[in-house]
């Protein structure tokens, strides 16, 4: 059982296109996080949030606390945005639950 | 400032050897946790740091891991007689209330 999923697995897209990246979690929380990782690279975390919206530049993350999902939209995308994007929730605990996370690439 | 570091980037070892893996933190950052990610998989949660409270070691797979941090401030993984699915790379996180700052981590790969 995981308590994090992720859609879709892999993504492709056109530059430009505006993409979104679904999360669903399944234990009640007090943070979600989107995470990027490039090929080869670290993990940079974009978004930490425990409701409602956040923008930084073309990136905009929402979450719904009482449906326990999150998605990540990526307007104007380009192929610099390819990645994978993982989510992770953190419960009361000390741990956090992760994704496995949404490969996108986008096509120039 | 500086980001959180870890070291050696990459490691190759025997099977049955120990190795040890290190984290710095960023200055100031009481949270420290240390992931696993293998090949294809998503990231595995293996011991968190807080402060001076005892360490949640719930994530070790075996008792070949072990991890101290000292001071507050530097960690460092231990895995011993490692084992060819021990190959991974192993990341190290630290931050403040619910935030996480990573590391660059650590490619593990076990002969």
């Known amino acids: 059982k995981n308590e994090v999923e992720q859609s879709p697995q892999n993504l492709t897209a056109q530059e430009g296109e505006f993409i979104t990246i679904n999360c669903s979690y399944s234990v009640g929380i007090s943070a979600l996080h989107w995470l990027q990782q490039h090929p080869g690279g670290g993990i940079v975390s974009l978004f930490m949030l425990s409701s409602g919206k956040k923008k930084h530049g073309r990136l905009i993350a929402t979450i719904n606390i009482q449906e326990k999902h999150s998605s990540l939209h990526i307007t104007a995308s380009h192929p610099r945005d390819s990645a994978v994007y993982i989510c992770?929730?953190?419960?009361?605990?000390?741990?956090?639950?992760f994704g496995t996370g949404t490969s996108l690439t986008v096509i120039p | 400032g500086a980001g959180v570091s870890q070291s050696p980037s990459n490691k190759v070892t025997e099977k049955g050897k120990d190795v040890e893996l290190r984290c710095d933190p960023i200055s100031g950052h009481t949270a420290l946790y240390w992931y696993r990610q293998s090949l294809g998989q998503g990231l595995e949660f293996l011991i968190y740091f807080q402060g001076n409270s005892a360490p949640d070691k719930s994530g070790l797979p075996s008792d070949r891991f072990s991890a101290e941090r000292t001071g507050g401030s530097v960690s460092t993984l231990t895995i011993q007689r490692t084992q060819q699915e021990d190959s991974a790379v192993y990341l190290c996180a630290s931050g403040v209330f619910n935030e996480q700052f990573f590391g660059p981590g650590t490619r593990l790969t076990v002969l």
């Open positions: 992770a929730v953190k419960p009361t605990g000390n741990q956090f639950y």
